[in-house]
Nanobody, 115 residues
Framework: QVQLVESGGGLVQAGGSLRLSCAAS????????MGWYRQAPGKQRDLVAT???????SYVDSVKGRFTISRDNAKNTVYLQMSSLKPEDTSVYYC?????????WGQGTQVTVSS
């Protein structure tokens, strides 16, 4: 049973930084794609960043230049380094890990950016 466990969320002032981590446990399965979504209250869940097994990355425009996604394939862990945080980045952040047949989700971690 694969589980994704997130950590690193919290409260930070605008302009600050946070680093989210998401570790997959329970299997030696390799994930084609790992990444992060976020969901603000009353809004849909939106894609933030993705990283493929080979290292190719993509970002939503609103976080380009501020967020950096990375992964450690040996540890089956994905990271999201968030800098220059803005109040509009406040959301629950969910990591995901995708194989060819299934997508796994983390439980979510709250990020709150105060102005």
């Amino acid at each position: 049973q694969v589980q994704l466990v997130e950590s690193g969320g919290g409260l930070v002032q605008a302009g600050g930084s946070l680093r989210l981590s998401c570790a997959a446990s329970g299997s030696d399965i390799s994930f084609n794609v790992m990444g992060w979504y976020r969901q603000a209250p009353g809004k849909q869940r939106d894609l933030v960043a993705t990283i493929k097994s080979g290292g190719a990355t993509s970002y939503v425009d609103s976080v380009k230049g501020r967020f950096t996604i990375s992964r450690d394939n040996a540890k089956n862990t994905v990271y999201l380094q968030m800098s220059s945080l803005k109040p509009e980045d406040t959301s629950v952040y969910y990591c995901y890990a995708k194989t060819v047949i299934y997508t796994y989700w983390g439980q979510g971690t709250q990020v709150t950016v105060s102005s």
